[in-house]
């Protein structure tokens, strides 16, 4: 299986700051890579798909960049509502699809 | 407008076989290249992906879970049924089911609330 891993594991910020979460895949998955956010107690959403194109509907202080291994989701002004758990997920070998262990974003 | 619904015994005991049904709307399993997911999530861990099942009835599984998992579906329904046998409490999660992207990009851009299993004897 393709492992998945956040960096950091966690971070903390102000509102308004640029915030940049790194994955880094144990293969190269060219740019099949997908970032999700996830609220507590609630169910992810997507954000970005293929590594850079922003989901419709997601605000576009979120952006997406990398291929091969190392991949980056930046939110360039940081707001209340972004707090919770990102998720990247490889989709170059999708049995099984494997997600990294998360980057929570906590709001100082 | 797409949604998708979990629905599901809240507590089963071990070694039993535990049921899942993911009723949807706002698409069909009829048309080219849609596919329905199931991903859990163990409480305060991460995201893990166990089946997925296509328009075409072509299925997969994760192989850690394969001889222990069956998915299904139902078009005349709009329901997806992910089937668990001889249950453990590891298996205590948040089960989602989730629509896959149909474009060519392999993403899961819808998703159910969820409902949470707890495996408890």
């Known amino acids: 299986d393709i492992q998945m891993t956040h960096s950091p594991s966690s971070l903390s910020a102000f509102v308004g700051d640029r915030v940049t979460i790194t994955c880094r895949a144990s293969?190269?998955?060219?740019?099949?890579l997908n970032w999700y956010h996830q609220k507590s107690g609630k169910a992810p959403q997507l954000l970005i798909y293929?590594?850079?194109n922003l989901q419709s509907g997601v605000p576009s202080r979120f952006s997406g960049s990398g291929s091969g291994t190392d991949f980056t989701l930046t939110i360039s002004s940081l707001q209340p509502e972004d707090s919770g758990t990102y998720y990247c997920?490889?989709?170059?070998?999708?049995?099984?699809?494997?997600f990294g262990l998360g980057t929570k974003v906590e709001i100082k | 407008q797409i949604t998708l619904k979990e629905s599901g015994p809240m507590v089963v005991k071990p070694t039993q076989t535990l049921t899942l049904t993911c009723t949807f709307s706002?698409?069909?399993?009829?048309?080219?290249?849609?596919?329905v997911a199931w991903i859990r999530q163990p409480p305060g861990k991460a995201l893990e992906w166990l089946a997925l099942?296509?328009?075409?009835?072509?299925?997969r599984y994760t192989p850690s879970l394969r001889d222990r998992l069956t998915i299904t579906k139902d078009t005349s329904k709009n329901q997806v049924v992910l089937v668990m046998t001889n249950v453990d409490p590891v298996d205590t999660a948040t089960y989602f089911c989730?629509?896959?992207?149909?474009?060519?990009?392999?993403?899961?851009?819808?998703w159910g609330q969820g409902t949470l299993v707890t495996v408890s004897s």
């Open positions: 989730a629509h896959r992207r149909v474009d060519g990009n392999d993403a899961f851009d819808m």
């Open positions: 706002g698409f069909s399993l009829t048309t080219s290249a849609v596919g």
């Open positions: 099942i296509y328009w075409d009835d072509d299925k």
């Open positions: 293969q190269n998955i060219l740019t099949y």
């Open positions: 293929t590594a850079s």
């Open positions: 997920q490889q989709a170059y070998s999708t049995h099984p699809y494997t």
